[in-house]
């Protein structure tokens, strides 16, 4: 039924995979259902194994591992087609063969559960981000999708976590990890709701009747390890360790209750049973890991139990665990049973039914995980052992286990994960987790065995041989009627079986062969050249008298379908074995198919009633295993630990070994031992046994000797540990002769027996510093190149990751002698080389004349590009005379004599004349090269003259070639609303504060409270005496600083702006008080600097009454004046690095190391929907010294500029690739083909990467390749600026390099300022003159009326005539409080980024337009900054324009004080309820409480009446209730 389920899945599968996406979903859904129905298989702890679309996609080209960057791997599962892998803080989306998909999580995350919802195409995540606790629904096709978050809390462990239920209505059942009844978690088990649909909403664990959970009675410790649903039937089960009684139980759940309304959840816990599972009667067991074994009926289990009082004990055990087993069971309470602790239930253990083990294995083990397949008769395990083994075991339908296989060993010290699940559909791999590594391996390898005879003697269920191909393979490779499958029992390794017994009359020996098949398999069979055929098919017979003595041999011949099978036996002739009754010559009696006498002395012919499954061992035993011998002893074994690879020459010391023939190595897995032939020695009445010990697998073996009767004598254990490894080596150079120290670092170094090179002799025996550094002397070897390094472990080498370089011989050529104090120092000239050479390697030996011999200490080797220096000292012997010297370096030796002097005595006049000649060649020399350099030297002034006149030609060009508009409109201006232009002015520094003024109070009650103590204090301050007085008290303290000034200013506006014409009444009184001060009897200074809060008052209102004419007026010629800056400096080169620009106003952002350029017309792409398509196409403009960034700017903000709003996307966001012959490349700042000048990386540019004019970019959006880290742009390094470079290179000191440097001079792009200038003048010109234009119909300019009139008035009455102070008092309250802090700020009006550059250039502008008020003439010269010079032709039509202004608002009609108040008022409905004035009012309240008693004093001296103490002292009191009342 499993098999026709299976191909019907298939079947589905290809058809789900052709058919189109609308009808693959219905038929996935129907492949979902028709799997649960057919699968034997379960839901294992939390996941589902699935068998959706795999075996439509399967490839034999399969990685197979997989590695985590972000730590260790807690839990994986399998989706459609996809497998899910989480750790601590992220989960990854990948194939199964491992490829990657999709990543999501951040390193704030905490996940712990992690369950696949196949009915709503979903995965359900459950964990804790920054200490938040929430689940998550995510979408399972792929998961960086998230279709529902919610706030709840599931436990701070990895729990267990699996849905239960039918596809009608399923439920997510959540076992706390670890759990004792706390007020924190006070459930071990809930049901929480997988729909909005069901009882409670998404994730709710209630339903009509309350909570439904079982929890453990108060006391209690448990440990929920494992649980599952059946797929055959609903039923629910889970298992717990009990940490309390140190027992294993067992929970079951009814899940059809799961379709009872309205309480599904309730009744569900309600059938809530138990048992205890028991493996040994009076022991204690901690269960570790478990495996339900696939089937219909019973309900077989098996788990791995570690001994609690010796953790090294383990064992697996089968159990029947079918629910009709269960009963009540104690320790547990279920939804609203009360959970006291009740002695009575905790001690009656009657209450718990006791479930024992069906069958216990691998014993005494190392084993920590588990999981269970069937096929067909047989149960197949596979265990995790905590040595890194990955073992299977196979057992019969009698539960007998074959002999273990290890599938997997790893060298790595980390743990299996104690979940291991299979491919789904296919069962061909099994995945698991180790460490940050996932990985996936065979459970079978069919294809190793090639005949039959090795398919079928190898019991692997998962194998059997396919007549058709004529191989061994799995049985989904294979038609159904041409696989032949390995029999049911596990012991009968052979394909045929053959037994010899004795006829009923005692006459004839019958020989019968019976070949070990299933029962449904049909065959043929016979024994050739047998001239008796015997009783049955497949059998002969033979007189005993005329069977040979030496046996005979026959030939069996069987054939199953079109496969024939041979197999020769040799059958023994009973009566022949004979001896001394032994065990030995019995269990030879045994294994030849005899019977051994009853009474134990003779073997002889089996009789036809005789068993023929007896056991050597149960007939053997009892019987002398030597006869007067005495047994022999082992006292030691050497080495007791090896590597898996084994060891050569082991040694056993003990007594009475001269009859042992092998040593014997069993270990708790090996079924058949493994043994080593001895050489037997003696020395000094010791006796020793020399062997080899073979490979083995990681863990603990018995080791025992073996005599001639193969009986097993004396104990030893033996380790096998994980292989060495040989990472590096120090040096990794020696010379020819040899003799040099060679360093090995690696691991498990203790292991190496010998080193080799290129494996090759001579073996070295290496010298063990450490477990991970040993050393070894290298050989000679004459012929220079490099050496593969191998170190042997038995019969295996291991090969080191790096090569040992061999180079010549170091070259010593001379030395001199210099006596130094009282000792002699020697200096030894050496060739230079790649040696490397140390004082440590290099011994010399200095012999005088006498031939005495004096040993010279090296002190020091000096090193040179050409040549090197050995100094070594000989003491006390400074006036000794060396002759020669020896210097020996490993295997080398080398003599040096001292140089004789010949004393040859050269003439004079020779002296002379060699003397004369060398000084004319000198003179002749020196004279060529001056003139080399004078002729060079002229050449280069040549090119500089001949760079600087055309870059003067061309700045003379740009001014006269440059136009005068840039851009004449925009698609929209983007205006900032009120709020953030207000809140900008007000507040600049930005900041949560600034954030609160513009968000309202949620919570209603504290409104209530706030409203009533917020209400009296607005009132408070609408006392004009207190209002004053208030601000006085402030201004006269010390440690009230201009900062508390300016926000206390602004945090009044906010209060006080409903209400702006008792703010203005204010702030006139403020002024005028301002002004009698005497700090202020210079009047020209007067609202010069913010050092008072009525002066930062002031600003805050000039930005209030006029925002409107700067919306409607000033807005546009403003933006455009910003967007001709941007465009004109974009028609020149930017540098990334430092922001300078060819085309500037101002001098100190001038690029003018800036080299030659080419202007690009691209156009652009934008990626839309996941199929390739593409936007309409758009063009821009840029250059080809551009880097990426610059471009990927360019191309926003024509978008911008262009549709009036924001691509949906930002810069960091998206990538930009360039088309070239059709293929589309990514452009990138910084990769392989990057230049680098020195250490600095040279940014990329459209000039690197070959782009022409006209073509073509895409937009696409970036993607993200590591998981570890957020996409980060080469800005936001800390090193960026000295890291990188564009248009202005370091300063790299190559001399190499000076033919290629240019002269570069500042003042020749003077000129581009100039150009710039000329290109916005009429946008600046268009700006000022619309500022100080004064037209009838603007409202919002009734203010500046009224304001400058109110000075005049001041002036009046202070009797001040003088006009320039009147000039003064004006141009500081408006232009310089207000339009410079817009001109300089235009982020304070538009939503834009305001680069330095841009803010440099507008200080030029603003500076431009403060001059234009100044009342001094500008005094110019040579030495004027360029900023003044820029604009000082157009500064005295400025002011023209500037008096001008002054004198028609002086002559406008005055204001009525009515129509004044009514514009104030209409300002204050149309901005009515845009800040939270409560905050504010809270904010000012703050200050009040800082300074109330000088607030107090500063009322008294000015006669305030008492009704503003008593409402002062109410506000505090109310505001001090409110604080209690928030803190309660």
Partial sequence: MLRKGNQGILRACTSAHKSDSSVRVKRLRWVSRA???????????????????VICSYTFCEKTHWSSSSGDIVNFAFGIHKLFVQTDTWIYQMSLDFTLEISNGTNYNTMVTLVPFLGNGSLIVCGSSSNNPYCEVLDINDISKRTHKEGISIGSFPNVAFLIGDHSGEFLLVAIKHSTRTDEIDALVTLRSTSDQQPGGIFSKSDSQGTAAIKPIDGTAVEVVDGFELTTSPEVYLFVNVMNGSTVKLLSLDSSKTQKLPSPKTNTIDTLQGAVLQCYAGESWKLLSSAVIPGVSPVLWAGVFENKTNPSDSVVAIFNISRSLTGKVSGFCKNTERCDKQPEEITDKHRDKVLTSAALLLKKSSIRSVAALRSNYWIVLFCGTETGLLIRVVLDQSFKPGCPTVLYSSHEEQLFSRKMLFNPVIHTHIYLAQGTQMRKIPIAQCDVYRSLSDCWSAIDPFCGWCVSDHKCTFEHDCSISDWLSVPGTAKKREVISVHMNRDAAGQDIVVTASPNLNESISFSCSIEECVSPGPVACSCSFSSDSFPAEGLSIKVNITVQKETHIQKIHLKNCSSIRGAPTSALCKECISAGCEWSSSGSECGWRSPTASSSADTQDVCEGLPSVQNETKPEILSMTPSEVSIHGRKDAIITGKNLKSITKVRFQGTLDCTPKESQVLYSTSGGSEFLKFDIP????????????????????????????????????????????????????????????????NSPPAMTPELISETHLKYISPTFHAPGEVSVDVSVGNQSVRCSQKLSYLPNPQFTGFTATPTGNNLDIVIQKTADSLGLNVSEIQVEALSGGEESYECEVQDIEHSDAASSVICEINGKARLSIETIKITVGGFSHTLKKQQNLGYIIPIPIVIMLALCVVLVVLYLNRKKQKMMRKQMRRELDDIECDIR??????????????????????????????????????????????????????????????????????????????????????????????????????????????????????????????????????????????????????????????????????????????????????????????????????DWLLWQAQDFKPLRLTVLFAVGTEGEVSEPLEICALDCDTV????????????????????????????????????????????????????????????????????????????????????????????????????????????????????????????????????????????????????????????????????????????????????????????????????????????????????????????????????????????????????????????????????????????????????????????????????????????????????????????????????????????????????
């Fill in 35 to 53: 799997y649960r129905r057919s699968s034997l298989t379960v839901k294992m702890g939390t996941s589902f194994l699935l068998c959706l679309l």
């Fill in 695 to 758: 490979r083995g697998t990681k863990g603990t073996v018995r080791v025992c000797v073996l005599t001639p009767d193969d009986q097993c004598h004396g104990t030893a254990k033996l380790t096998y540990d994980a292989p060495p490894t040989c990472r590096s080596l120090q040096p990794k150079t020696t010379w020819a002769s040899g003799g040099r120290n060679i360093s090995i670092l690696g691991s498990k170094l203790k292991f190496v027996e010998q080193v080799w090179h290129d």
């Fill in 950 to 1147: 055309n870059k003067i030609r061309e700045g003379f060009v740009d001014m006269q070639t440059e136009r005068s508009e840039l851009i004449s409109s925009t698609a929209a201006i983007p205006f900032l609303d009120y709020k953030h232009f207000a809140s900008r002015i007000f507040f600049p520094e930005g900041g949560p504060l600034s954030t609160a003024m513009m968000n309202d109070v949620n919570q209603l009650s504290v409104k209530e409270k706030q409203e009533q103590s917020c209400h009296m204090l607005s009132q408070l301050l609408r006392d004009q005496l207190f209002l004053t007085s208030f601000v006085h008290a402030l201004e006269e303290q010390k440690s009230f600083q201009v900062k508390d000034k300016c926000m206390v200013a602004s945090l009044l506006t906010l209060a006080l702006h409903d209400d702006l014409p008792y703010l203005t009444q204010v702030m006139e009184r403020l002024l005028s008080e301002l002004m009698e001060q005497p700090s202020n009897a210079q009047p020209k200074l007067l609202l010069r600097r913010t050092e008072s809060i009525v002066e930062k008052l002031l600003t805050n209102w000039m930005s209030i009454c006029l925002y409107g004419f700067l919306r409607e007026c000033v807005g546009q010629p403003l933006y455009l004046l910003v967007c001709a800056l941007m465009e004109q400096t974009s028609k020149g080169p930017v540098d990334s690095i430092t922001g300078k620009a060819l085309y500037t106003l101002s001098e």
């Fill in 1189 to 1528: 960034e610059q471009v990927k700017e360019k191309i926003l903000l024509t978008f911008h500029r262009k549709f009036g709003f924001r691509y949906t996307q930002q810069l960091r966001d998206i990538d930009i690739e360039y088309e070239r012959e059709g293929c589309y490349m990514a452009l990138q700042e910084v990769d392989s083909s990057t230049e680098v000048k020195g250490n600095v990386i040279k940014l990329n540019t459209l000039k690197h990467y070959k782009v022409a004019d006209g073509s073509t970019i895409k937009v696409i959006t970036r993607k993200i390749d590591s998981p570890k880290s957020p996409t980060q742009s080469l800005k936001e390094e800390p090193d960026f600026e000295t890291k990188y470079c564009h248009l202005i290179d370091p300063e790299v000191m190559d001399d190499r390099c000076a033919e290629t440097k240019k002269l570069k001079v500042k003042e020749i792009y003077l000129p581009k300022l100039l150009s710039t200038k000329v290109a916005v003048h009429s946008h600046v010109e268009n700006l000022f003159r619309t500022i100080w234009g004064t037209s009838n119909n603007n409202r919002p300019l009734h203010a500046v009326k009224f304001f400058f009139d109110f000075l005049d008035g001041q002036a009046e009455s202070r009797k001040i005539s003088d006009p320039d102070v009147l000039h003064i008092w004006k141009t500081n309250s408006l232009p310089l409080r207000f339009w410079i802090n817009i001109l300089k700020n235009p982020q304070f009006v538009f939503d834009l980024e305001k680069t330095p550059h841009l803010d440099g250039c507008l200080s030029v502008i603003a500076q431009a337009f403060m001059d234009a008020f100044s009342l001094t003439d500008q005094q110019l010269g040579k030495h004027t900054p360029t900023n003044k010079l820029l604009y000082a032709k157009d500064i005295p039509l400025y002011k023209q324009e500037v008096r001008a202004y002054y004198k028609r608002v002086q002559e406008q009609a005055p204001l009525s004080g009515q129509d004044f108040k009514d514009f104030l008022q209409e300002e204050s409905r149309k901005h009515e309820h845009v800040f939270n004035e409560s905050v504010a009012l809270c904010e000012i309240y703050k200050f009040m409480q800082r300074y109330f008693n000088q607030i107090e004093q500063k009322l008294e001296q000015n006669s305030a009446p008492p009704r503003l103490k008593e409402e002062l002292h109410e506000v505090r009191r109310l505001f001090e209730s409110k604080k209690k009342t928030s803190w309660e």
